[in-house]
């Protein structure tokens, strides 16, 4: 099968399509056949080699992948050849033809989802709905501020908030990133790239700030969203690339609380509730990944550039 592989942690070149086996499924595994690989953010801090989770050389990058399985190993119950499914995380990687993956890892795709959709649900909505949920414990009527609506994330958690009935606001930092944002959900949209937008959040809450704030830059944004904040406010971290300066008062007198998560430490039942989540929107309708550029596989090194370039619009895809 054709795969990407990294030998060696460093820049986008170290992607590199290569010929291996195609791997059999052991106990419990379940062989996909991708059709459609999600590009996310994290993948390019692990080839640079410098992201929490270091992988044995050589690799294969991807956890998200969609497809139809293959073939299924001993004991497999809750899949068959032929299915529609997407993966949340794999063992073998999503970049390639086939993926390898526990049982646990694989989860129905409906039919109205497509392939590339598909590869746009694990890491997004799996971010989007634990942050909001179990991180952010967001409650009906609440006001939501996610700082950076455009995105993978951003877009996820605009669809679910609003379905969940929170008032909305996002931001984004092109006008079509803003288009966007606005059509998945955002009830007010800001422009980040632009100065004074944080005071245009507040009036837009009356003065009284965001319940939640959803933060995909906390580098950047982390002091002002303290000050944005609700009496009792959240902010949830999910991106961050480098050190802040605070001021802890600003959080002291608000009540509020900045909370950070990784989505590899969900627990077993909050990965439970967020797989039931996302079954039920992408079943009704209320989730709908946005794909907003789909590449073939080889040009996966293209894609790494892509998704660290400003001007957000949804996922990136490769297809295999
Ligand atoms: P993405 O699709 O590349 O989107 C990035 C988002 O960040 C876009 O909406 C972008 O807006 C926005 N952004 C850029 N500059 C910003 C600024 N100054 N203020 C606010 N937002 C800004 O990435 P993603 O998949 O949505 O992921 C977003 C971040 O969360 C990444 O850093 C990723 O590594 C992280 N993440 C963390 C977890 C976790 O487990 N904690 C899980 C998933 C993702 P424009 O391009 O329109 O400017």
């Known amino acids: 099968m054709k795969v990407i592989q990294v030998h060696q942690f460093g820049g986008p070149e170290v992607l590199q399509l290569q010929e291996i086996p195609t791997p059999k499924p052991g106990p419990r595994q379940v062989l996909v056949r991708v059709h459609a690989a999600g590009v996310n953010p994290y993948d390019t801090y692990m080839r640079n080699g ?18 139809v399985v293959e073939a299924v190993g001993e004991g497999v119950t809750r899949v068959k050849p032929g299915d529609r499914v997407y993966t949340a995380r794999t063992v073998s990687g999503a970049y390639a033809e086939y993926a390898l993956a526990l ?5 129905a795709l409906p039919e109205k989802i497509s392939f590339a959709q598909g590869a746009g649900v694990w890491v997004p909505y799996g971010t989007a709905i634990t942050a909001l949920i179990h991180h952010a414990h967001a409650r009906p009527g609440e006001t939501v501020l996610i700082h950076g609506a455009s995105g993978g994330v951003g877009t ?16 984004a930092g092109t006008q079509k990133g803003m288009d966007l944002a606005k059509k998945e959900g955002v009830h007010q949209v800001f422009d980040h790239s632009k100065p004074g ?11 009284r700030g965001a319940d939640v704030i959803l933060e995909m830059l906390a580098n950047v944004n982390l002091s002002t969203d303290f000050k944005l904040l609700a009496v009792n406010g959240r902010v949830i971290i999910i991106g961050n690339r480098g050190e ?29 509730e967020i797989f039931a989540a996302i079954g039920a929107g992408l079943e009704n309708g209320t989730l709908r990944p946005i794909v907003g550029k789909e590449l073939p596989l080889k040009e996966a090194a293209k894609a790494h550039v892509d998704v660290l370039t400003p001007g957000a619009h949804g996922k990136i895809v490769l297809v295999p």
Request: charged residues 20%; aromatic residues 8%; hydrophobic residues 40%.
């Open 103 to 107: 049982e646990s890892q694989v989860h």
């Open 244 to 272: 802040i300066s605070i001021n802890p008062r600003d959080l002291m007198g608000r009540r509020g609380t900045a909370k950070g998560f990784t989505l590899w430490a969900a627990t077993e039942s909050e990965l439970l």
């Open 156 to 171: 996820a958690a605009a669809q679910f908030a609003r379905a969940m009935g929170m008032t909305v606001f996002g931001t």
């Open 50 to 67: 410098t992201y929490a989770i270091k992988p044995p050389l050589p690799y294969t990058p991807g956890s998200d992948a969609a497809g």
């Open 197 to 207: 937008y944080a005071d245009e959040i507040m009036k837009a809450t009356g003065g």
